[in-house]
């Protein structure tokens, strides 16, 4: 380990820690500070790691499948202890060029959104807050929740009938 | 925010953490792979085995009406090969699922793919004799191997459904035979209107399958006699 290597690994960390932390957050529901000490086993598992990244896919989807991975075995470890957290800006990134369910969400508020987003089943969830938050495209959903193209986009459209359905029975403010 | 990274690069320095080899994850991959091929290969020695004790019930020879077919057709496929090999393709899928890109396919297409690998590798196994290699090392060197997933051991044992097997003892005319059944019954068989396959060889000690009937008296009356060894299609037809 050289201190060269660890400047370029500091221009990584610098790069993602501010998307990444917030997609913990938003999968998860948790504070800032657990937040924050799963972004430091994502970067550190990255970095044992960083020899098996395959350039033929993009790092960014690379990185995410960690931080998703991390976000699962926390999730197992605390699967009761969720909390949701007050301090999230979940809204600032929606497209707005999209379809009508997609304006739809654009139009929804902070914390109802995240109480029906926790009502959410988790395989829905996810797919959706990469879409729709983290502006991922398809192929790189696939390749960091390692499914199938075809069930990346089943899962956008079925979550977002249930996120539809949910909005319509527990939204006040949406 | 400048905190978590310098947090993570201390950590990174203190607890001397360093990137895991290239070629362990090279490893890792081959061997996946590896598992993923050595499953294709085993799936298809048990498709080409299992084709090759099919053919050797020589069911395809007979003619037969469409309820007897689709019966003798059951009886005929021998079960543990195909169970076998059922179980590798779905090993083989768990493999491939977990290779680097196996996420990308559904399990539709990675079930289609497995097959069509164990099918078209299992023909070409069979073809150049493979299979009746491994099947004749099985027999010599396991234990009743052959009575338990020889389909031949259900398909020619039934003699009052008209499906008899057995040793020529002898031959006592151009008319009659006797022969020791798979369970060591005897049986006097009467050939002389049966359609004697080409490969069939009447002599002491030859084992050979006969389709009949039960007539008064117990003696089996032969309409068809086939080689043990099965092609009985393959060979040359006489009528005896």
Partial sequence: MTIKDLNAYRYIIDRYEKRLLRYIQRILFISKEDAEDILQEVFIKAYKNINGYDSRYSFSSWIYRIAHNEAVSFLRKKRNSIESSNDMEIFDNLPSDESIEDDFLIKLRDKEVREILKMLEPKYREPLILRYFEDMEYNEISDILHISLGSVSSLINRGKKKFKVLVERYGKNI | ?240
Wanted: proline content about 2%.
């Fill in chain 2, 1 to 240: 925010m400048a905190k978590i990274s310098n947090e993570i690069l201390k950590r990174i320095e203190k607890e001397n953490i360093k990137p895991i080899g290239r070629w362990s994850f090279i490893l890792k991959d081959s061997f996946i792979w590896l598992l993923f091929a050595l499953n294709i290969l085993f799936g298809s020695i048990g498709f080409a085995i299992s084709i090759y004790l099919f053919e050797l019930s020589d069911v395809l020879s007979l003619i037969l009406s469409v309820n007897e077919f689709i019966q003798l057709f059951i009886l005929a496929i021998p079960v543990i090969w195909v169970l076998l090999t059922l179980i590798f393709i779905f090993v083989g899928y768990m493999n491939f699922k977990y290779t680097k890109s196996g996420y990308k396919y559904s399990v539709f297409r990675i079930f289609l793919i497995n097959i069509l690998l164990v099918i078209i590798l299992g023909i070409v196994l069979n073809r150049i004799g493979i299979s009746e290699k491994l099947n004749t090392f099985f027999t010599n060197n396991i234990q009743s191997y052959q009575e338990s997933t020889d389909p031949r051991y259900t398909v020619w044992n039934r003699p009052t459904e008209g499906y008899l097997a057995g040793d020529i003892l002898f031959i006592k005319s151009e008319e009659i035979l006797s022969i020791k059944d798979l369970e060591g019954k005897e049986w006097s068989v009467d050939y002389s209107e049966a359609y004697v396959r080409g490969s069939v060889r009447l002599d002491i000690g030859v084992r050979i399958k006969i389709r009949g009937s039960i007539e008064d008296g117990g003696i089996f009356k032969a309409t068809d006699i086939l080689p043990w060894d099965g092609r009985g299609r393959h060979m040359q037809q006489k009528y005896h």
